[in-house]
């Protein structure tokens, strides 16, 4: 199941993460060093973004580590990097904004985030299944006669890419509106205006292409192990 294709799918989509998330990180370099109006943190981003949407049940965290921001529906929580935590810039108003923006998808019940929400178990599942049957096949247990067959194995393995191909393509859409509704409101509150608006939106969209790559690596995956199982039924 290891074969030169499937290499050069890995190497192809590795390289690209590797540019997309180079670019990514030197525009939030570079959007660093322009002030937002006020003089805001990305903490205080957050928590009047939140205010705006009349929600006061979350907090605003800190969490260690570089492009470490995310929500966490579980706990209500909107999680900053330092930099983007304490940043007084561009840069850190458009990740606190966007990660403020699934809190209000969260809030408002947005569809995608409920379905990508409700999927993480069963993506979590198949992780665990699918790293179980490349260890098997990496010690032969697919053989004729071993644990199971072969078209067995393929049948599995293309159910768990089928998954972890949904999730990603679902993260899209959820990524996209979280991106909006924050570049709508830094407008509105007049916290990013101007050339500067022009500047988050274009620091979003370098981290929204990196959902996109991971999105087509895991279909192209999928479409490999599919290839395989209808070329061994011919």
């Known amino acids: 199941?290891?074969?030169?294709p499937l290499l050069m799918i890995f190497i192809v989509f590795a390289v690209l993460s590797m540019v997309v998330s180079g670019r990514l990180k030197s525009k939030f370099a570079e959007y660093s060093r322009i002030p937002v109006n006020g003089g805001l943190t990305g903490r205080e981003i957050a928590e009047r973004m939140l205010r705006d949407n009349g929600i006061y049940n979350v907090e605003v965290k800190s969490v260690?580590?570089?492009?470490?921001?995310?929500y966490n529906p579980a706990n209500h929580t909107i999680n900053l990097s330092p930099d983007v935590y304490s940043g007084r810039n561009v840069a850190a108003a458009?990740?606190?904004?966007?990660?403020?923006g699934h809190a209000v998808q969260h809030a408002h019940s947005y569809a995608m985030l409920q379905l990508r929400t409700a999927l993480v178990p069963l993506q979590?599942?198949?992780a665990k299944i699918i790293n179980f049957m490349f260890i098997a096949m990496?010690?032969?247990?697919?053989?004729?006669?071993?644990?199971?067959?072969?078209?067995?194995?393929?049948?599995?393995?293309?159910?768990?890419?089928?998954?972890?191909t949904l999730f990603a393509f679902i993260t899209l859409p959820v990524?996209?509106?979280?991106?909006?509704?924050?570049l709508a409101?830094?407008?509105?509150?007049?916290v990013v205006s101007g050339p500067a608006h022009d500047k988050a939106k274009d620091a979003l969209k370098w981290a929204a292409y990196t959902y996109v790559v991971a999105a087509l690596s895991s279909l192209a995956t999928l479409l490999?192990?599919?290839?395989i199982f209808l070329g061994r039924r011919d």
């Open 94 to 100: 458009a990740v606190a904004a966007h990660e403020t």
């Open 64 to 70: 260690p580590g570089q492009l470490t921001d995310h």
């Open 1 to 4: 199941m290891f074969s030169l």
């Open 175 to 182: 990524e996209i509106d979280a991106s909006r509704r924050a």
């Open 185 to 190: 409101w830094l407008d509105t509150s007049g």
């Open 138 to 164: 990496f010690f032969g247990a697919f053989m004729i006669g071993g644990w199971f067959s072969y078209d067995f194995a393929l049948k599995v393995i293309i159910a768990c890419y089928g998954i972890f």
């Open 124 to 126: 979590n599942v198949s």
């Open 224 to 227: 490999y192990y599919v290839m």
